[in-house]
């Protein structure tokens, strides 16, 4: 592997230091990370292995921890407009927070959506109707 390697923070991060940043394999842990390497979802395991460094998914075990209401698709005009424009993932599904939070290790952020194995998680905006902040 390198000697170091530059984060998406723009750091400069090389020998044991760089063991602490993850490659961002999985597009919401972005809203989690304080830092991270980033070559692209599809190649992430790939750069991983030759950067000697953790997945993001590995380096966090990220949990919803807010409640919210699960809705069908096409419910929430917000979403579907989200949707639409590509700024949320499409889904069959999508349950609906006034306030989507996500801990990370002993972290709480406020996240604008979400995915995990129950489907998709949104925060609801200002304007009332679910999209993204």
């Known amino acids: 592997p390198p000697a170091t390697v530059r984060t998406v923070?723009?750091?400069?991060?090389?020998?044991p230091a760089a063991g602490?940043?993850?490659?961002?394999?999985?597009?919401?842990l972005?809203?989690?990370?304080e830092d991270f390497v980033f070559g692209g979802l599809e190649r992430a395991g790939d750069l991983a292995d030759v950067l000697d460094l953790?997945?993001?998914?590995?380096a966090c075990d990220a949990v919803v921890v807010s409640s919210g209401v699960r809705l069908a698709r096409g419910a929430d005009p917000g979403v579907v407009v989200a949707?639409?424009?590509?700024?949320?993932p499409d889904a069959p599904e999508v349950t609906v927070h006034e306030?989507?939070?996500?801990?990370c290790g002993t972290r709480v952020v406020a996240v604008p959506w979400w995915i995990d194995g129950s489907g998709l998680h949104v925060a609801r905006?200002?304007?009332?109707?679910?999209?993204?902040n």
């Open 9 to 15: 923070g723009g750091r400069v991060v090389g020998g």
């Open 20 to 28: 602490a940043v993850p490659v961002l394999d999985r597009a919401q």
């Open 30 to 33: 972005r809203f989690v990370l």
């Open 54 to 58: 953790p997945l993001a998914s590995e």
């Open 83 to 88: 949707t639409a424009v590509g700024a949320l």
């Open 99 to 103: 306030r989507l939070e996500v801990r």
């Open 125 to 132: 905006d200002r304007g009332g109707s679910a999209g993204v």
